[in-house]
């Protein structure tokens, strides 16, 4: 195939990276510890550890996983946290130490939670307090489930007295910590003093050995850890930042990471940064507007990551326009499309424009991007990153030509090997000719720019968030009240999507609260529904009986149906 977007690259960038600068991801973190050790590296909430204090700290907790634990090569860590500076100590350590990072959404329901835990293996975690309840859960129901807890709070890596009066306000004064009792559990710092008497064992690591199992839903709805390789990570490091390295400086440069690190857009733009000595400051709560414009005032930041539904909030909230923005450099946007008045919003507003790039879990995740010399908003995803291969392909594999739909399809080093023990997931997700199908709808122009125009799955996109219908399906259909449900996306100002169920009914009784609530208890918020349609006549099917979703989408909405406030 021809890689007609090279000549529309812009200056200075080259059609392949160095795969090999780096062994693996803990070559790139001493690399970078050694060469910015007195810069900050990570700030939160007012507090900063610096590369020196990350290498050591990172350095401890890996030696406490290999001593105290006796982990081995491989075995997977469980990480279950917001974004603060607890979350890279353990991911390093994790890594420095030979092991397997297993990043998990905080706000998981406990059946999501047992499921993750399950599937790959685990044998320790790494959670925030506030969070140990739904833990808790999880092991009262399952005794045999062996699992080294250690439990972090949230001011934990912050100076003494600030450590202490943040712990007291989150735990006593605003009460964000359910009650939990487990036994056995140790304390984030009691580890890091555990690791420092103790020595650290080297661990060969290559570009084959695993760095990551990054859950996400498929096509299935079913949670399937996409392995993520120390040299998948390696690759993806290097096509970024060969993007981007005309634009910024290696140690002087400030990024804003609202976006949790447990996704695997803000865990690849850390390490992206931290690769060239970036001070990354990490946003906890963006939904609290108030504490992150602060932030942002607070810090002369020179980047920004976000989906488009924060950049949107972000214009929506007066108090922006305080904030300056005269050092913005680089604003990049993923997860879900920017919408046009967005983008121009926030161009009027900051004169940068918002670079649209586009990835899947499965390619680690950066695939295509627009370049850094856009000027305005291009409606297009961009072109492939070096050493990476699109094409737009039929349902028979066959290659289309300019300008015709198919579906997107990525070949390159940042390619997941497949999905942890699933190979019939695996099996279905690539070609013959080992291309990674998107499951996105699109097509190349003639200058080599890709432009996404539907979905082939039914998948819904929250805030940037996959959600599955097939399980949001399961989950009302476990209601007693229920005969047929089928979930789908709806458009939404706010999050780009809602989910919305169709639901017919076998209790006349059964109510729009009832549903809801039943709903809260099985899923995390993004996914529960914000639109309840309910139905007397029976869903629309195929001649096998599977339910037609897309007619229930192309449907206008009948008057009775509800929205969840």
């Not at 990153?385 to 070949?411: H, K, Y």
């Not at 809260?520 to 309910?534: A, C, G, M, N, S």
Request: glycine letters at 8%; charged letters at 20%.
């Amino acid at each position: 195939m021809e890689k007609i977007w090279l000549k529309n690259y812009p200056p200075g960038i080259a059609a392949e990276v160095e795969l090999h600068e780096f062994a693996s991801l803990r070559d790139v973190l001493r690399h970078s510890c050694d060469r910015f050790a007195p810069l900050p590296a990570y700030s939160n909430m007012g507090a900063s550890i610096t590369y020196a204090e990350l290498d050591q700290a990172s350095r401890d907790f890996a030696a406490y996983l290999q001593n105290t634990l006796g982990l081995n090569k491989g075995e997977r860590v469980a990480i279950m946290s917001p974004n603060l500076l607890q979350y890279p100590v353990a991911l390093f350590g994790v890594l420095r130490a030979g092991l397997v990072v297993v990043n998990v959404n905080p706000q998981y329901t406990a059946p999501e939670l047992e499921h993750q835990l399950k599937d790959s293996g685990a044998v320790a975690i790494v959670v925030l307090e506030n969070f140990a309840h739904t833990l808790q859960l999880v092991l009262e129901k399952n005794p045999t489930l062996h699992l080294t807890v250690i439990t972090t709070e949230v001011g934990d890596m912050f100076p003494v007295v600030k450590e202490l009066l943040t712990n007291v306000v989150v735990k006593y004064v605003k009460k964000m910590v359910p009650q939990w009792k487990i036994d056995g559990a140790t304390e984030f710092n009691a580890a890091l003093r555990a690791g420092r008497a103790q020595p650290l064992h080297h661990v060969p690591l290559s570009h084959a050995d695993i760095a990551f199992l990054q859950y996400t839903g498929g096509t299935t709805g079913v949670a399937k850890g996409a392995v993520l390789t120390h040299g998948n990570m390696v690759a993806n490091l290097q096509q970024v930042g060969a993007w981007i390295a005309h634009d910024l400086l290696d140690g002087k440069e400030t990024l804003v990471c609202p976006l949790p690190l447990y996704h695997v857009f803000a865990l690849n733009s850390s390490l992206v940064f931290m690769k060239i000595g970036a001070h990354t400051i990490l946003i906890t709560n963006p939904r609290d507007m108030h504490a992150f414009i602060h932030d942002l005032k607070k810090y002369r930041f020179t980047a920004i990551i976000g989906v488009n539904t924060l950049y949107r909030a972000l214009l929506d909230t007066p108090e922006f326009a305080e904030v300056d923005t005269h050092g913005l450099k680089v604003v990049c946007a993923g997860g879900m499309a920017v919408q046009r008045v967005v983008a121009e919003r926030w161009k009027k507003a900051t004169g940068v424009p918002i670079i649209e790039a586009y990835g899947l879990t499965e390619t680690s995740p950066g695939a295509i991007c627009n370049p850094l010399n856009i000027t305005d908003w291009t409606g297009t995803i961009g072109m492939p990153f070096p050493s990476t291969q699109a094409a737009v392909l039929d349902d028979s594999d066959n290659e289309l030509p300019i300008g015709e739909v198919g579906e997107i399809c990525i070949r390159g080093p940042q390619v997941m090997p497949g999905y942890w023990n699933r190979p019939d997931e695996t099996a279905k997700v690539f070609t013959r000719d080992e291309w990674l199908r998107t499951g996105d709808m699109g097509f190349m122009d003639e200058r080599g720019y890709f432009k996404i125009t539907d979905r082939k799955k039914d998948m819904i996109v929250v805030s940037g968030f996959k959600v599955f219908p097939n399980q949001i399906e399961d989950v009302v259909a476990m209601h007693p009240g229920v005969a047929e449900v089928a979930a789908i996306g709806v458009p939404d100002e706010k999050s780009g999507e809602v989910v919305k169920i169709v639901v017919v009914k076998s209790d006349p009784a059964l109510t729009q609260d009832a549903l809801i609530a039943h709903c809260r208890q099985h899923l995390t918020d993004y996914k529960v529904p914000k639109i309840v349609e309910f139905r007397t006549e029976p869903l629309p099917k195929t001649n096998l009986g599977k339910i037609l979703r897309r007619q229930l989408r192309e449907a206008p909405a009948p008057a009775a149906a509800g929205l969840v406030s």
